[in-house]
């Protein structure tokens, strides 16, 4: 598994989150809808370090905890956070099978409720799952810098404007750091056409 995830983030960074990732469609058609849209001022932008506590202590810690309590782990985000396993599997079912439905609990609640705020928040802040909670973006983000694919900048056309960052949904503060997730939106504001998404 942990070969698997740095061939892909060595491969694409974020580029997988921006492009792949099922949930992230869903928040940003959610975020298409009309609503009042809200940035992120630095103070709240430092939140973004959430998902990088959050991949150790449920990624790491409470999986090994387990581990060594009862000789076997648990994927502990699964199980008590992520919130695209409710939509896209256990809500589908409990639909269709009424032994599913009739063995919900707390947890399954929990989640829910989880999952119903960050679907709300999704139409007014830009894909908040993906910036303070997901592991897997936390995990790309290391690689985003390195990765073979992804946003690049032809430094001789560039004239320093800006226009890039200050259309970028993730609000990135350079391009390529560590929450771009390499949607291209910075490529289709530049005038000089500078910016490619592609090998770089």
């Known amino acids: 598994m942990l070969g698997l995830l740095i061939i892909f983030g060595v491969l694409f960074g974020r580029l997988i989150c921006g492009w792949a990732c099922p949930f992230g469609l869903v928040q940003e058609l959610l975020y298409k809808l009309p609503t009042p849209k809200i940035k992120l001022s630095p103070a709240l932008q430092r939140f973004t370090l959430l998902k990088y506590v959050i991949t150790v202590l449920f990624m790491v810690v409470l999986p090994l905890a387990y ?68 592991p897997l973006g936390a995990i790309y983000s290391l690689f985003n810098r390195l990765s073979i694919y992804g946003i690049k900048v032809d430094i001789e056309k560039c004239i320093g404007c800006d226009k890039c960052l200050h259309h970028c949904p993730m609000q990135c503060h350079k391009l390529g750091d560590r929450e771009c997730i390499n949607c291209g939106a910075c490529a289709e504001v530049c005038p000089t056409k500078a910016i490619t998404l592609g090998r770089k």
Not at 73 to 89: D, H, Q, R, S, Y
Not at 94 to 106: C, D, H, Q, T
Not at 113 to 119: A, E, G, K
């Open 67 to 134: 581990y060594y309590a009862d000789g076997i782990g648990i994927p502990a985000f699964c199980k008590f956070i992520c919130p695209a396993g409710i939509l896209e599997a256990a809500l589908p079912l409990a639909a269709i099978k009424p032994s599913i439905r009739n063995a919900l609990g707390a947890l399954f609640s929990w989640k829910l409720l989880l999952l119903i705020i960050i679907l709300a928040t999704s139409t007014f802040i830009y894909r908040p799952f993906c910036r303070f909670l997901c």
